[in-house]
């Protein structure tokens, strides 16, 4: 086996991890105070190619794969959780789906612009009373001639607001819930559609989460995305890929802060000599590199799998499982290692814990991943 980046996937990284540091990384801490999405941020993304990491050059990618796509979300997450998963969102959520069940129509109306970054995407499937239980969805579509008319909600949208379009899931066959949930393309023109309440939230605070709001809104049937009925195989489906990204932004995330932790314990002097090299200090520093090195190597695994198209949501359950477990144990133990500075927004140490939290509960509760896992044992 060869634990071995390609030449190709060392150059993104580098070239990733200098926009990060440099275009990224210096508004981070006052987009999170100010709640604030920065779209320039993305548009520059688009200029580099990031938006369309994993997709053929036919619809406007790079023709890469899914290891350098969980590179890109890493990076980016090392610095700033909320690009993260901007980008996570738009590839994974909105892109896959389009990309593994859209005709060639839809491919090129919205993938393709979508690649090229004119056209940020979202994913809605949760609703107020379905999150883990996703097939007790209440939004419905009814047909009506040439035009599906949808209605109801759904909540915590990430890029919800500043997306274009977004890939909804409702009932077109109420009494046959799973087997009756079809998936469509919804712009965010058309009528009938609105963005309701933005959230206050803990972490990621300069990536919008909303709700939005179906009120008799017409969408086309031409956007029924893959088959009618089909919406909520689309939509698991859709999760085990995005579970990949979720992985890849927990692992930046505790990269982030194990690099503030050693770089301050180096610094900071107690009893006469740099905290680093006191036992209880290099020991939970050590503690926290190997986990990092564990949840990145389960991440690059479950990538790794989904580029040469082996099955792989066991491993993108494990990866998301377990790298978000050790975001939340690594940032905790970063803002110990600050002691009081930690707790203050002077350090960034306090923002990656904040964002650590999220990532064991989107994409799937860390109990859904268990779940998850354990049925395919």
Same mark, same amino acid.
């Given at each position: ?31 999170? *105070?100010? /709640?604030?999405? +920065?779209?320039?941020?993305? +548009?520059?993304?688009? /200029? ?20 350098? &796509?969980?590179?890109?979300? /890493? ?7 909320? #690009? ?17 069940? $859209? ?6 109306? &919205? ?19 379905? $999150? ?7 939004? #419905? ?23 274009? !379009?977004?890939?909804?899931?409702? !009932? ?21 559609? #609105? ?33 009618? $009925? ?9 999760? +085990? $890929? ?21 770089? =301050? ?31 990145? !190597? ?7 799998? /989904?580029?040469?198209?082996?099955? =792989? ?19 905790? *133990? ?6 009081? =500075?930690? &707790?203050?927004?002077? &350090? ?30």
């Amino acid at each position: 086996m060869m634990f071995k980046l390609s030449d190709e996937h060392r150059m993104i990284q580098k070239m990733v991890r200098d926009f990060a540091e440099n275009e990224v990384a210096p508004t981070a801490a006052q987009r999170d *105070e100010e /709640e604030r999405f +920065d779209r320039a941020i993305f +548009d520059k993304m688009a /200029e580099l190619g990031l938006t369309g990491i994993p997709w053929p050059e036919a619809y406007g990618g790079i023709a890469s794969d899914y290891v350098a &796509y969980c590179l890109v979300v /890493e990076e980016l997450s090392r610095v700033c959780a909320s #690009t993260g998963v901007t980008l996570s969102a738009h590839t994974s959520l909105a892109g896959w789906p389009i990309y593994k069940f $859209g005709n060639e129509e839809q491919k090129q109306k &919205y993938l393709k612009p979508m690649a090229l970054g004119e056209k940020i995407g979202a994913y809605a499937l949760t609703e107020s009373g379905s $999150g883990s239980d996703a097939g007790a969805m209440r939004t #419905t579509a009814r047909l009506e001639e040439n035009h599906y008319v949808l209605n109801g909600s759904k909540v915590f949208i990430t890029n919800g607001g500043v997306a274009d !379009l977004y890939i909804a899931f409702a !009932l077109t066959d109420s009494a046959n819930k799973h087997k009756g949930t079809t998936a469509f393309i919804v712009e965010k023109d058309f009528p009938g559609f #609105t963005v309701g309440k933005k959230e206050k939230k803990l972490g990621i605070r300069s990536s919008p989460t909303t709700e939005i709001i179906f009120t008799e809104c017409k969408v086309p049937k031409e956007n029924v995305l893959g088959e009618v $009925g089909q919406g909520f195989t689309i939509a698991m489906m859709t999760l +085990d $890929g995005g579970r990949n990204g979720i992985a890849a932004q927990a692992v930046g995330i505790a990269q982030g802060a194990l690099d503030a932790a050693v770089d =301050y314990a180096k610094q900071r002097q107690q009893f006469g000599k740099p905290i680093a090299q006191q036992q209880g200090i290099a020991f939970k520093l050590a503690d926290m590199a190997t986990s990092v090195e564990a949840a990145r !190597l389960l991440t690059y695994q479950a990538a790794w799998r /989904e580029s040469v198209g082996l099955p =792989y949501g066991k491993e993108s359950a494990m990866s998301k499982l377990f790298a978000g477990d050790t975001a939340m144990k690594v940032t905790t *133990e970063a803002v110990q290692v600050f002691g009081g =500075y930690g &707790y203050t927004k002077h &350090y960034p140490v306090e923002r990656f814990m904040r964002d650590a939290k999220i990532t064991q509960i989107y994409e799937g509760t860390q109990e859904i991943q268990r779940l998850v896992i354990s049925r395919m044992l």
